[in-house]
């Protein structure tokens, strides 16, 4: 077994909140190692970022490195997201929001945009290891010790004083310290892949995500999430019941359900599926707590909701710096309250986006997203979540996110 040297923290997997984290941390000469298992690039959904999320790109000094190389590597630039169902259509401008802070951002193609943020962590001068498997962590009073393979197949030993999940679905610590448990959603399924859309550009504003309802079953809902080159991400998510259903494979599946939705019809009369459908069930996760002595876990290997509304980036955003701040004055000497600075924090905005997510599927936050006449200066608080900001307390529709939603969706359905 090959010994390696010891380091300050251990972060486990590159993906964004990884590879953000470990720059935060190594901006403040925080010796740190990030373990990777896979080699980038590498396939994953999440493509439509939050304007919200490059006020962390920022703040580790890679949103210069992004916004440089977007053309080139087909980035779309996003300022809103628009929704349709039975004809309807409503349509939220970023720029346009109640919260201070950017209004736009881009579309990207994961595989890319991570390497991109790791090779740029790398040029920082962020050791990350690449094709390294995490299989155990044994915690003692010192830190942690973390054993595994490296990519040349040798087993592999790394202490560490704190050690920083970011495995994303893998959820390593979750899985080793026994930490999941159910989570409050429904479990649902969702088909995706990559299509060659062939969309006329007149009808369709490719700076927005499109968030589409099925016609009959408003609990089944679509995304279209435009890229630069021409070729758009596109799923369908609904409860595992519904498409148990159906006949056929994944890509019959998606194809049948998104040619039912005549606005994407219409838009995806062209469309050329060149590539596999994939498909992701049981995605909705949560654990029995966001920390423990000398770990803590960050964006999907602590919680996920659900792809509506595409917070997930954001979330593991915010996770990495709220853990990078504590880390930093725990490093200094501090006493670090990590329930107080860390979970409750997170938790906070986390909670916002779940009331939304429910207020989706329940319907009530559909009859306000569709409400024809809106007000605008409530649309703009409403606009602010939609484009991450849910740790805006300033915003009455993120302070009390639940009677509001609730008061509102009344007005609505009502008018």
Not at 34 to 46: A, C, M, Q, T
Not at 281 to 305: D, I, W
Request: charge should be negative.
């Amino acid at each position: 077994m090959q010994k390696d040297d010891s380091v300050q923290v251990a972060v486990i997997g590159a993906g964004p909140s990884g590879a953000l984290v470990a720059t935060l941390l190594h901006r403040q000469g925080i010796k740190v190692r990030v373990l990777e298992k896979n080699r980038f690039p590498r396939f994953s959904i999440g493509e439509s970022l939050l304007p919200q999320s490059m006020v962390y790109l920022e703040e580790a000094g890679l949103a210069q490195a992004v916004a440089a190389k977007a053309d080139a590597m087909g980035f779309q630039f996003k300022n809103g997201a628009a929704f349709g169902y039975q004809g309807q259509e409503a349509q939220f401008d970023f720029t346009d929001k109640f919260s201070p802070g950017p209004g736009t951002t881009f579309q990207v193609k994961r595989a890319a945009f991570d390497k991109l943020l790791a090779d740029e962590a790398m040029a920082q001068g962020v050791d990350i290891r690449f094709e390294h498997s995490v299989d155990k962590v044994d915690m003692t009073e010192q830190g942690a010790c973390l054993l595994g393979t490296d990519a040349s197949g040798q087993s592999y030993q790394l202490n560490a004083d704190f050690v920083l999940d970011a495995s994303g679905f893998a959820r390593v610590l979750p899985r080793l310290f026994d930490l999941e448990m159910p989570s409050e959603l429904a479990p649902r399924q969702a088909f995706f892949t990559h299509v060659v859309d062939g969309i006329d550009p007149d009808i369709f504003d490719r700076n927005k995500i499109l968030i589409s309802v099925h016609p009959e079953h408003p609990a089944v809902w679509y995304w279209l999430i435009p890229f630069a080159d021409g070729t758009c991400s596109l799923g369908v998510v609904g409860e595992i019941a519904f498409f148990e259903q159906m006949s056929g494979d994944h890509a019959a599946i998606l194809k049948e359900l998104v040619f039912a939705e005549p606005g994407l019809a219409k838009l995806l009369v062209r469309a050329e599926f060149p590539q596999p459908v994939n498909t992701l069930k049981g995605y909705s996760a949560k654990v029995k707590s966001l920390y423990g002595p000398g770990y803590a876990l960050l964006g999907n290997a602590g919680e996920f909701l659900d792809p509506v509304f595409s917070s997930g980036v954001t979330i593991a955003f915010t996770s990495a710096s709220l853990a990078a701040k504590a880390l930093v004055r725990q490093f200094a000497g501090e006493t670090v309250d990590w329930q107080r600075d860390f979970a409750e924090p997170l938790q906070g905005g986390v909670d916002v986006f779940r009331t939304y997510v429910e207020g989706w599927y329940q319907g009530s936050f559909q009859d306000v997203i569709f409400y024809p006449a809106p007000d605008p200066k409530i649309k703009r608080m409403v606009c602010s979540i939609l484009a991450g900001y849910a740790w805006d307390k300033t915003n009455p529709y993120v302070a009390e996110s639940k009677r509001r939603l609730r008061t509102l969706a009344q007005i609505c359905k009502a008018g």
